[in-house]
């Protein structure tokens, strides 16, 4: 594994936890800035539109510049953010280093995953984008406890230390490992313009709606999972905490299976990927009485949530033809489709129509999804 893909890895992780942990820390962050927990929760909504934002402005501003460059900039960036979150005086300057910190996400993720791929074999690309997820998928795994963990040894400020330190090791490690001049080469066009042309593909845009859809639909149901597992499941709410490293566990092994079934081949692995996804929340929604079959039913929702998301990434970029404006347009679809998802849900419960509801808003979501992708592999073939 090259060391600059573990380098990578570990930017990833240092991200994962800057976005998961917080939610084991608003208790503490509203006390301490005394503001209600709806505001403290905008620290977790601004971040996901900062996401949004970020991945597409930032991605264009740079587009001329070598893609190392670009990503040890994200990452300054990053380390900044948290740094000022770390220090923070007040709530609105917490807010401010939310933002900051978020700006780079979608960028880092869509640029690094293009210099991932370049860094092996082209047979292995989606390993390699699959490799730089696994941080991601770890800290989704362990960024609530480690920030719950961390806020009640040493206060919430010390999760952020902790965070900033973590973007640090990532940094000398891009520095170091990472080689440059990525961007410059034909394959990889840098002009804005472009870049720019890449949105002229049908394939892309395609590409681009699946993977709102698909990320809608698991979000839309896991935004309430812990309503459906102790109201409909029946488990406490101290084991809601172990159930999410379940589920955590899950998006880990989706990632990496997902990574080498793109490889192999990779519209086929979509459309299992995708299809498994929508059948195991239908699934969910039926069973959800039944512990056991929650559990293994979360695990599942994990795999399959993640399976498909190395394909997206190198679907997109391949019909882009390297465009990194692309690549982290397919973040800000993801996110996109987290905050649709998540309404729907929303609706759905408002509704009246109980707390399986949002697993089958999800199903359909995602049902919507496999048959995108299935007009975009018809018309690729065709």
């Not at 860094?119 to 989704?140: I, Y």
């Not at 309503?227 to 999410?244: I, K, N, Q, R």
């Not at 997902?258 to 192999?264: Q, V």
Request: aromatic share 8%.
């Amino acid at each position: 594994m090259p060391s600059g893909l573990v380098a990578l890895a570990v930017g990833g992780f240092g991200i994962g936890l800057t976005e998961f942990l917080i939610a084991g820390l608003l208790p503490q962050v509203a006390s301490s800035f005394a503001v209600s927990e709806a505001a403290a929760g905008r620290l977790i909504s601004g971040y996901a539109l900062s996401v949004a934002v970020g991945a597409i402005a930032l991605t264009a501003a740079t587009a001329r510049l070598p893609r190392k460059h670009v990503l040890v900039g994200l990452v300054v960036l990053f380390v900044l953010g948290n740094l000022l979150s770390a220090v923070a005086p007040s709530y609105w300057v917490m807010l401010l280093g939310r933002i900051v910190a978020a700006l780079c996400h979608g960028s880092f993720f869509g640029i690094g995953s293009l210099v991932a791929r370049s860094l092996v074999a082209p047979e292995r690309k989606s390993r390699a984008v699959a490799v730089m997820f696994a941080g991601l998928t770890v800290a989704n795994v362990l960024g609530v406890p480690f920030g719950a963990l961390v806020g009640e040894c040493w206060g919430w400020r010390a999760a952020f230390w902790a965070v900033t330190a973590v973007g640090l090791l990532a940094l000398a490690g891009i520095v170091a490992f990472v080689p440059g001049g990525h961007g410059k080469t034909p394959t990889a066009p840098t002009a804005l313009r472009a870049q720019l042309g890449a949105f002229r593909s049908q394939q892309v845009w395609l590409t681009l709606v699946a993977t709102a859809l698909g990320y809608g639909g698991m979000f839309g149901a896991f935004s309430y999972i812990a309503y459906t597992l102790t109201e409909v499941g029946g488990f406490s709410p101290s084991d809601v905490a172990w159930l999410l490293m379940v589920y955590g566990v899950g998006l880990v092994v989706g990632n990496l299976i997902g990574g080498r079934a793109a490889d192999h081949d990779r519209d086929r692995a979509l459309l299992l990927a995708l299809a498994g996804l929508a059948v195991t929340l239908a699934l969910f929604g039926l069973l959800a009485t039944g512990a056991t079959a929650s559990v293994v039913l979360l695990f599942l929702m994990g795999v399959f949530g993640f399976a498909g998301v190395p394909g997206l990434i190198t679907r997109v970029t391949d019909y882009a033809q390297g465009a990194a404006l692309a690549a982290s347009a397919n973040v800000s679809a993801s996110n996109i489709g987290n905050a649709l998802g998540a309404w729907a849900g929303g609706l759905a419960i408002t509704a009246g129509l109980g707390y399986t509801a949002p697993l089958y808003v999800g199903a359909g979501i995602v049902l919507t999804s496999v048959v995108v992708m299935a007009v975009a592999v018809h018309r690729a073939r065709r």
